[in-house]
């Protein structure tokens, strides 16, 4: 049995007045539950985890953790400082959470050695699951499969949030079947279920959140009709909602949807005012 499978949700972090809104934070994530996601992942870079401090990351997180059961949160846990990164953990292993989703080690630029040294520090280190990160867009990194391979033998290391752009590795990690493989490119959700990933970590799901545990359970059932047509309803909401810096316009069709304040912490920026009246529009024909 998979363990982490299904629609997680990567949970933006509402401000107000440049102050983590944790009321706000609380009902968002209550809401994903209540809509069926298999759970949240807080301090993802959807959650602008870059532009908070630590305790400030930590404060969500306890946030979310007083709504929502355990088994249901994942942590965000990135950084560049071994030392500095062990410490966060040591805080997160505090916590009962599900899981520990980790990048590489942004700017650096580690080598295919040093990637499988951090990460086996790291799952060393903690008491929950680890979840791989493979988003070298972000990091300047990519792990090459031999490296995910290895990583993959750790006993805490257990699923791959997969952004790495390289449908062959995916693919064999996928037949390999040692962890699961949960796509983090919103586009790729029923392709990579088709092809026997476990899921997603999502940020466009935020919206609709229904179509989207939907999706997963109509390619379980080998309902793919039913799929297609769901999921190329959404592909449109998609797109838009990474036409801008993520969460830029998550958070605009939040604000519209669900009242949070459309608000980002600098140099993030609000969607502009064009994109978010292409939001309005398409969430007026979403229904």
Known sequence: MASFSGI??????PFNNNDVDLPAMRKLAQHLIDAGVSGLVVCGSTGEAAALSKEEQLAALDAVLQVVPARQVVMGLSGNNMTSTLQMLQAINQRDVAGVLIPAPYYIRPSQAGLVEYFTQLADASSAPVILYNVPYRTGVTFELDTLRQLARHPQVKAIKDCGGEPETTMALINDGVIDVL????HLILSTLCLGGTGAISASAHLYPERFVALVEQVAQGNLVAARRNFYTLLPMIQQMFSFPNPAPVKAALAQQKGINNE?????????????????????QLG
């Not at 997680?8 to 972090?13: M, S």
């Not at 796509?183 to 919103?186: F, K, R, V």
């Not at 980002?264 to 007026?284: C, F, Y």
Request: hydrophobic share 50%; no cysteine.
């Open 8 to 13: 997680w949700v990567a949970l933006v972090t």
């Open 183 to 186: 796509t983090g490119e919103d």
């Open 264 to 284: 980002l912490r600098s140099p993030m920026q609000i969607a502009p005012v064009e994109l978010q009246r292409q939001i309005t529009d398409l969430l007026a």
